[in-house]
């Protein structure tokens, strides 16, 4: 076999070697992930013009929890991903004089882009929709619902730290005075790969919401901090 043929066969190997990478990088990917948010909230909500602190631990919050459910989804092609989480969360609870029960939605589609393996920016919303009642002293109460949108902008960043473990990191930013004043997020997590198509998370999530709408007897105010302890769970489908 001549060094001329030799020469073609490589060639052909690399082209084909492309050719496949190519072909699996354009197949689309579907993940589905299912976590447990293990959040407490601390700040203040006023509803209808009456205020009340906020602060409900954990413990609090499954002693008070009346429904929950936390997942997300993405679906990916190439370097490009749409991303969907949401939270549903229905609790009530009480300090002092003043009892209150709050539903809340968070969805958040976003569009990111792999500019490579560490870096993955990302922008799109966060939609809030909060149903509340607040019941004060000698019998007042009030109540309300209220949604707004935010926009995002974030990242997602990846550091390997062998072959199955990873440090992954989430951070955006948003608001800016559209929906709330100020909203942003942070979520760092340890990711162990279990196989090629399993993986189990663990990190710590905050994310903060200010946002105010009205005034006076219609005044709706939220700001409050959530944080606490992720765990999920993510299948490739």
């Not at 496949?20 to 990088?25: D, P, V």
């Not at 998370?201 to 409050?224: E, I, M, P």
Request: charged share 15%.
């Amino acid at each position: 076999m001549n060094r001329q043929t030799l020469a073609a066969l490589g060639l052909s190997v690399t082209l084909l070697t492309a050719v496949a990478a190519a072909a699996e990088n354009d197949r689309w990917t579907l993940d589905s992930t299912l976590y447990l948010f293990a959040a407490g909230m601390s700040g203040d909500v006023t509803v209808k013009g009456i205020p009340a602190d906020l602060d409900v631990g954990f413990g609090d919050v499954m002693s008070n929890l009346e429904f929950g459910a936390m997942g997300g989804l993405r679906a990916a092609r190439g370097d490009w991903a749409f991303n969907l989480d949401v939270i549903y969360t229905g609790l009530g609870a009480s300090k002092g004089p003043v009892s209150g029960d709050l539903d809340q939605w968070v969805v958040e589609p976003t569009l990111s882009y792999r500019v490579c393996q560490n870096f993955e920016p990302f922008a799109g919303v966060r939609y809030n929709n909060l149903q509340a009642e607040i019941r004060g002293p000698f019998g007042t109460a009030r109540s309300g619902t209220q949604a707004w949108f935010d926009p995002i902008v974030g990242a997602n960043f990846t550091f390997p730290l062998g072959k199955k473990l990873s440090l992954k990191a989430r951070a955006d930013v948003g608001g800016f005075g559209v929906g709330s004043d100020l909203t942003w997020q942070a979520f760092p997590c340890l990711n162990w790969r279990l196989s090629e198509r399993c993986s189990l998370q663990a990190g710590y999530r905050w994310v903060y919401n200010d946002y105010t709408d009205g005034s006076g007897a219609n005044r709706f105010a939220y700001d409050v901090l959530t944080q606490g302890p992720q765990l999920g769970f993510t299948i490739r489908l």
